[in-house]
């Protein structure tokens, strides 16, 4: 059982651009070896890894999302990738949050509102 290891990057007209990242700005997108691939340019500070994890709709959670957990307080978190893992963090958060702490198991429920390059608004209180 493996677990997928994708990227999504925005391009310079605004589209999200999912596949695997070739280079620190290069996305293949379709097939399963380079002769199928089509190679798209995007901006690489928008390029964000999927963190393996989807929120209560089904959604896959991508680094730099923002999700809004139902239970907790403050309710709305960016995802990173800090120290060897995905974490939800805040302005001011000293201790981030490990984020299979959000999931249904653990009593809470999230779901994805945004991400920081089209929705940063939605960080502030």
């Not at 959604?59 to 990738?81: G, R």
Request: hydrophobic content about 30%; overall charge negative; aromatic content about 12%.
């Amino acid at each position: 059982m493996g677990r997928d290891i994708k990227f999504r990057g925005l391009t310079e007209k605004g589209e999200w651009k999912y596949g695997n990242l070739l280079n620190e700005q290069t996305i293949g997108e379709v097939g399963n070896n380079l002769s199928h691939y089509k190679f798209v340019t995007v901006n690489p500070e928008t390029v964000g890894q999927f963190t393996g994890l989807k929120d209560n709709n089904g959604v896959e959670i991508y680094e730099n999302d923002l999700v809004k957990a139902k239970d907790w307080n403050p309710s709305v978190f960016k995802i990173e990738f800090i120290e060897g893992g995905f974490c939800g963090t805040y302005e001011g958060n000293l201790m981030p949050t490990d984020i299979n702490h959000f999931y249904d198991s653990t009593g809470c429920h999230i779901e994805i509102i945004g991400n920081i390059h089209e929705n940063s608004d939605l960080l502030t209180p």
